[in-house]
Structures are given as structure tokens and as C-alpha cells.
């Protein structure tokens, strides 16, 4: 009897442990991920023209920031996003529409962790120029052998022009 007494304590015990790692594994499994803030910048840079100014709104799945005017070049709106860190397929999607004296466009703008990680404190801007809507920021050489952070500007997206009135 206390052979079969001592089998029964044994795996219980054992029970015991087990059923203890799958709880402190799974506690760990859930734990709360890291998150990192981004800024996504808008800015005015259509210099030359009589009438500069132009308006935009953004907007994502979850939150709409409103229409924005900006009257003179240089001036510039920020509007913050939180982005999951080591979440590099889930991007935030943002749809922002501009309008000007030369035209519409509607831009797609999709971040992830690693574009928050590439442009700090706001360093990468969408900016509105007369050629269209250009992005100016940091974007990874990987021409080298050690891939870095090489400053880029690229146009995103020609004006799309107003239709002709009659």
C-alpha cells in the first residue's frame, strides 16, 4: 500500500509542477507589447505659386483628424500615431486627401515600427509642393555591406488637376 501511496504523491506531484510551468509560460506569452510613438508630418511647400495654400485631411480606420489649412510654405501639422513594436506586418494606415490650386490627391500613407524607428521625432514629412506630393525622410541603403540610413526624397504622388469648368 504505501508503494502505491508513495506512485500516487509522486505524480501529483508532478501534476503540480507541470500544471505550474504551463501558468508561468503562459503569463509570459501574454505579457502586454511594447509600443512606439511616431509623428506623421504634413507639411507646405508650394513655393512659387499666387495661391500656395492647400488643405488636407487624414483620417485612419479609428480616428479622423479634420480638415486643415495651411495658408504659407513652411507651415507644417503633426498628428501622432502609437505603433506596435515588433509588429512589422500590421501597418497603421492612414488616408490623407489634399486639395490645392492645381489639383486633388489622395495619398496612402502605412507605417510600421521600423518607419517609426527610421524617422525620430518627426523627421520624415509628406510635404505638398507643386509637382505633387513628395516624401522627404530616411529610408535603409542596403547597397552596402553594412546596411544605414541614407536621406532619400521621392515624389509619392502627382496633383491630379481639377476638371475643366464650361
Not at 505603433?83 to 486627401?97: F, M
Not at 507605417?111 to 518627426?122: G, I
Not at 509642393?129 to 516624401?135: A, C, D, R, S, V
Request: net charge positive; glycine share 4%.
Amino acid at each position: 500500500m504505501d508503494a502505491n501511496n508513495n506512485i500516487v504523491k509522486t505524480l501529483a506531484r508532478w501534476c503540480l509542477l507541470l500544471q505550474a510551468i504551463m501558468i508561468s509560460s503562459n503569463t509570459v506569452a501574454l505579457k502586454e507589447p511594447d509600443y512606439v510613438n511616431m509623428n506623421v508630418t504634413i507639411c507646405n511647400a508650394m513655393t512659387g505659386l499666387l495661391r500656395p495654400e492647400i488643405f488636407y485631411r487624414c483620417q485612419s480606420k479609428r480616428k479622423d483628424y479634420g480638415w486643415h489649412r495651411s495658408a504659407k510654405p513652411g507651415t507644417q501639422f503633426s498628428f501622432p500615431i502609437i505603433l506596435i513594436k515588433g509588429e512589422s506586418k500590421i501597418p497603421a494606415i492612414h488616408i490623407c486627401r489634399f486639395r490645392s490650386a492645381l489639383g486633388t490627391a489622395t495619398l496612402v500613407i502605412e507605417n510600421t515600427y521600423l518607419d517609426a524607428e527610421m524617422c525620430p521625432k518627426s523627421s520624415c514629412a509628406h510635404e505638398a509642393t507643386p509637382k505633387g506630393i513628395l516624401f522627404r525622410g530616411l529610408e535603409w541603403d542596403f547597397k552596402t555591406v553594412f546596411p544605414k540610413l541614407k536621406p532619400v526624397e521621392y515624389l509619392e504622388l502627382p496633383w491630379t488637376p481639377w476638371p475643366n469648368r464650361t
